[in-house]
């Protein structure tokens, strides 16, 4: 074979081509990524060439960049850059992937291997992938102490799942990767060559201008959906993340110094090296959250950013329950209680300080800077399955609850993070029918990254801290930042704006005949907590309905 470290090989409309540094696994360095994006403008001028495909030689598709190997076109070093430089960067980064993305002919990645890194990220960015079952994809970058190269992850899969396999490192085979969408198709290794002689010849049986405009048209509706600006921001933030990377400087903070904690009413907080554990500490009530409670989780919170040795944070419940929701106690409720219209309906004013406290309270927590893990055993109900939402990685215990089941009482999910963690279909099937799913079922759904007995959960969770609590600190915030910008560029911000309406709008509304009289039941029955006034619901409306 050629001694070229990237190979074109056209055959019948084909062009193939070929990484070939097999002893390094394909590993990408500065002459080779300059050579590959060389053969790709080739294959686009060739007329021969009608479909492009890109594999690896040897065993392995791409491992990534060969460390220290690629300073121009991977990772810049911490410091190699200024601040014009790092915006001229930027740009370049922004400018070759995108070509890529933006091939005007067909491209498909032949995946066997290991895929990973920057490999990985050639392989999503090409219009198709076949992959070997047992490939291997990742993107390890985080533990490098940056953020990805593009934000494909994050466009391809949503920021529930992408951010559960980039915050950890973990690596997907092939068949996984099929099953979440990232794919088009794995196959065994030796039905590869035969599904991919099939599309080619399907590919390149297409009218070539044709093509070239339904590639155009295609990725025209991707940058009016946001892609363009995303990809920009993503870049700038993605240099920036390497050239203050504390871990390559061997700086990253261990003193674990910080504020030590104020005495907290209804949370117990603790440090245990570079991880912080909030727990909700009203296990009478099933954790449900008052209006001190409220406060108290944004004081903690804020406790833990500032804290230098805290890495990661995690969320969990004392007792048996993590969050069983907002709380409906008469007194000292208020934060997330709809107001009682019973005797006056509040002044449109007042309706949009109580909800848009509520806004402000979630985003803070949704945009906190540092990994959030939420440990879920026991009931996980409205307000606390949010909770749950709102953390970056969900484990849970396989007998555990989760759900929104207040709308039998008239009352609204208090975010929209249900439709961006399992989409609209799935999201109103769970919130409108009111069904609880297990952490088994939450797996399944993308919800949570693992569920495990209960007694086997707690050895899980620690595995996930310690892996967390090693990356640098610097390149999680990046990468957050980076993901909650692409969501508000996606219309995430606005997403927001409308839950906040919808709820001013039902605190301005009285209770109709026909519906389950909230605040009356609450008074007659004196219940505090959502599955109280859900248990009460249910016996209410079956005695209507024999009336």
């Not at 070939?20 to 001028?45: C, I, W, Y």
């Not at 190699?80 to 400018?95: D, G, M, P």
């Not at 934000?151 to 990767?177: C, D, M, Y």
């Not at 990046?478 to 219309?491: M, N, P, S, W």
């Amino acid at each position: 074979m050629s001694t070229e470290t990237v190979i074109l090989e056209k055959k019948d409309g084909v062009g193939h081509i070929v990484l070939n540094r097999p002893d390094k696994g394909n590993a990408l360095n500065d002459a080779m990524a300059e050579r590959f994006f060389e053969v790709l403008h080739q294959a686009e001028q060739d007329e021969e060439v009608r479909v492009v495909v890109i594999r690896g030689a040897g065993k392995h598709f791409c491992s990534g960049w060969e460390t220290g190997k690629a300073p121009n076109y991977g990772p810049p070093a911490p410091g190699s850059l200024s601040a014009a430089q790092s915006a001229t960067r930027a740009q370049e980064e922004a400018r070759r992937w995108q070509y890529l993305y933006n091939y005007p002919k067909g491209t498909v990645a032949l995946v066997s291997g290991d895929c990973l890194g920057a490999g990985c990220n050639i392989a999503l960015a090409c219009h198709l992938v076949i992959a070997d079952r047992e490939a291997r994809f990742g993107d390890p970058s985080i533990a490098d102490g940056h953020m990805p190269p593009t934000p494909l992850w994050f466009w391809v899969l949503g920021s529930h799942k992408a951010k559960q396999l980039v915050l950890t490192g973990q690596s997907i085979s092939g068949a996984e990767a099929e099953q979440m969408a990232l794919i088009y198709r794995a196959l065994p290794a030796d039905k590869m060559a035969e599904e991919l002689d099939y599309l080619c010849k399907r590919m390149a049986g297409l009218p070539l201008d044709g093509a070239a405009i339904r590639n155009e048209g295609f990725q025209m509706g991707m940058d009016v959906g946001g892609l363009a600006s995303a990809w920009k921001l993503w870049s700038q933030l993605y240099i920036e993340s390497c050239i203050i990377s504390k871990r390559a400087r061997g700086t990253a903070s261990t003193d674990g110094r910080g504020a030590e904690p104020a005495g907290f009413k209804t949370l117990q907080y603790k440090k245990d090296g570079a991880a912080a554990t909030i727990a909700l500490a009203r296990p009478d009530v099933g954790n449900a959250v008052d209006d001190l409670m409220f406060k108290e989780i944004r004081a903690v919170l804020a406790l833990a950013e500032k804290d230098s040795g805290v890495k990661v944070v995690v969320m969990t419940g004392a007792g048996a329950d993590f969050c069983t929701g907002r709380s409906l106690a008469a007194e000292g409720s208020t934060a997330f209680m709809l107001p009682d219209t019973r005797a006056k309906r509040p002044y449109t004013t007042q309706a949009l300080a109580w909800a848009r406290a509520q806004q402000d309270w979630w985003e803070y927590v949704t945009n906190f800077p540092k990994p959030l893990v939420a440990r879920v055993t026991g009931r996980c109900l409205d307000l606390g399955c949010h909770l749950a939402l709102a953390c970056d990685i969900v484990l849970a215990a396989d007998d555990a609850q989760i759900g929104d089941p207040e709308m039998a009482l008239g009352l609204l999910p208090p975010t929209p993070l249900w439709v961006r963690a399992v989409g609209i279909k799935r999201a109103k099937e769970i919130m409108l029918a009111g069904q609880l799913i297990s952490g088994q079922d939450a797996v399944g759904l993308g919800l949570a990254a693992g569920s495990y007995p209960r007694m086997d959960l707690d050895k899980h969770v620690t595995a996930l801290v310690e892996r967390l609590a090693a990356l640098d600190g610097d390149a999680t915030a990046f990468l957050k930042t980076a993901v909650q910008r692409i969501l508000d560029i996606k219309g995430m911000a606005g997403v927001w704006r409308l839950n906040t309406d919808a709820l001013v709008f039902r605190a301005l509304q009285p209770y109709a005949p026909g519906d389950f009289p909230l605040f009356d039941m609450r008074e007659r029955k004196g219940f505090k907590t959502i599955p109280q006034a859900v248990a009460e619901a249910d016996s209410w409306g079956r005695a209507s309905g024999e009336t």
